[in-house]
């Protein structure tokens, strides 16, 4: 049994306030997109998982898909299963693809072995793997906040829209994105600013990564650069980057930036 990992994008993202325990309050909206890694459940001797597409650095069985399966496998007594997956979503582009895989996984889990468990069950058990795991429960346009793991459905529907993504060359590390930023209080919640006319988002919602990613890599400032003069009416960088998101009224050939790019289209 298999299922469809999707990704996701950040339709901003407000750094709102240190926290004495070493992570950072923020506020973003999680939106789906139509890039996906496969996650496949497979009846074995063992339990074990393999990973094929696009390398993963470390160990499987350090793998959140790997963590997710043996918790549940030893709350419900499950027998062994092969984990197959097929990575598709690219690494460290702030597309939440990690936390995907292991939401799926558990939701695949509860499916394939009829456990009964609601949405807020499965978000329980993937909440600790990662602040972003638990919105791939529901998987739906959603405000976050706190740690980025308290959630708000929002109403926003860009399906009217073309949506392409350019992935660079460039890994860059959450951790590291983190350490750079500058924490403010934002004079407008990002809950409200969402609701503004899409012609309005560039003056008023923003990835507080961008100013300490884009001086490191100047190279992701100018994908945003190229974004724009190709008639994007709004572009952004996801989560911590590496990737650009653009939001286009039809349809677009990115011809110059797929030279050195990975470039997604109809996302």
């Not at 407008?188 to 001086?215: C, G, M, R, T, Y």
């Amino acid at each position: 049994m298999l299922t469809f990992a999707n990704a996701k994008i950040n339709l901003g993202l407000f750094l709102t306030e240190k926290r004495a325990d070493g992570y950072h309050n923020l506020q973003t909206v999680f939106y789906p997109i139509k890039i996906n890694d496969v996650v496949e459940l497979v009846d074995a001797e063992e339990t074990s998982m393999l990973i094929k597409g696009i390398d993963i650095p470390g160990d499987a069985t350090d793998n959140i898909c790997f963590k997710a399966f043996k918790t549940l496998q030893q709350d419900f007594n499950l027998p062994h299963q092969q984990i197959v997956l097929l990575k598709n979503i690219p690494v460290g582009a702030g597309l939440g693809g990690g936390s995907s895989d292991a939401a799926f996984l558990v939701k695949l889990t509860n499916q394939k072995f009829k456990l009964g468990l609601t949405d807020e069950q499965m978000e329980a058990y993937v909440r600790p793997l990662g602040a972003d795991c638990a919105f791939f429960i529901k998987n739906k346009p959603t405000f976050a906040f706190a740690k980025g793991d308290e959630f708000e459905e929002v109403a926003i529907d860009l399906s009217a829209y073309y949506l392409v993504l350019v992935k660079p060359p460039v890994h860059v590390s959450t951790a590291e994105a983190y350490s750079k930023v500058n924490v403010k209080l934002p004079s407008n919640s990002l809950k409200d600013l969402i609701h503004l006319p899409l012609q309005d988002w560039q003056a008023h919602i923003f990835n507080d990564f961008e100013p300490s990613v884009f001086a490191k890599y100047p190279q992701i400032d100018e994908i945003k650069t190229q974004l724009y003069q190709a008639g994007a009416k709004f572009a952004l960088m996801s989560g911590s980057g590496s990737s650009v998101f653009a939001i286009f009224e039809k349809e677009v050939q990115l011809t110059e930036l797929e030279k050195d790019n990975l470039v997604f289209y109809d996302i």
